[in-house]
Nanobody
């Protein structure tokens, strides 16, 4: 069983930055693929970024070059650095974990955090 707790969301102006953190419980964190998804009101949950156990990273086209995912296995934590934020980045951001390699699909992630709100004002 893995429990995920996100933090770091907030209100920021367009062009600003935030760093989201996701702290995971469990001794097998280093073997999991970790992902970040987001969901805006009225929209489906969408893939943002993922990082494999070996450090391979993938990004949605909409955030490539602006967001950076990283992990610290010693701290059981995955991060999402959000730079050059836009109003359309406003959403609840969720951290997720899986023991497979289906990075882009939410249904393949077994464990989810409660989400953290990111609001970008224009």
């Amino acid at each position: 069983q893995v429990q995920l707790v996100e933090s770091g969301g907030g209100l920021v102006q367009a062009g600003g930055s935030l760093r989201l953190s996701c702290a995971a419980s469990g001794r097998t964190f280093s073997t999991y693929t970790m992902g970040w998804f987001r969901q805006a009101p009225g929209n489906e949950r969408e893939f943002v970024a993922a990082i494999s156990w070996s450090g391979v990273t993938l990004y949605a086209d909409s955030v490539k070059g602006r967001f950076t995912i990283s992990r610290d296995n010693a701290k059981n934590t995955v991060y999402l650095q959000l730079d050059s934020l836009k109003p359309e980045d406003t959403a609840v951001y969720y951290c997720a974990a899986q023991d497979g390699n289906y990075y882009y699909t939410a249904a393949h992630y077994r464990y989810w955090g409660q989400g953290t709100q990111v609001t970008v004002s224009s």
